[in-house]
């Protein structure tokens, strides 16, 4: 079994930062891709971004390139989502996830153990 458990989101105002981790634990994982999803309300869930297991592949969707980024700390098992100039349109859940997979994948149904979440929400 893996467990993973985000933590790190809140109630900030636009232009803030935030970062939310994610700790796995349980069965090993460490040569899987590793992602970020969120589902803002009365959205379906979206690919926030993504990384493999050496951080040689890091991707970030279109919608928050160049504000936010993705990293892998190993040792600790643990996935970082670093979010910079949040807006509102940010808001949602995000849930971190583990894919089957080694390579890049942004379909939701391509993960297999998913997080609870944490929640997110950006005033303007």
Not at 65 to 79: A, E, L, Y
Not at 80 to 108: F, W
Request: hydrophobic fraction near 35%; include cysteine; proline fraction near 2%.
């Amino acid at each position: 079994q893996v467990q993973l458990v985000e933590s790190g989101g809140g109630l900030v105002q636009a232009g803030d930062s935030l970062r939310l981790s994610c700790a796995a634990s349980g069965r090993t994982f460490s040569n899987n891709l590793m992602g970020w999803f969120r589902q803002a309300p009365g959205k379906e869930r979206s690919f926030v971004a993504a990384i493999t297991w050496n951080s040689a592949g890091a991707y970030v969707a279109d919608s928050v390139k160049g504000r936010f980024t993705i990293s892998r700390d190993s040792v600790k098992n643990t996935v970082y989502l670093q979010m910079n100039s949040l807006k509102p349109e940010d808001t949602a859940i995000y849930h971190c996830a583990v894919s089957r997979y080694e390579g890049l994948r942004v379909d939701p149904a391509d993960y297999d153990y998913w997080g609870q979440g944490t929640q997110v929400t950006v005033s303007s």
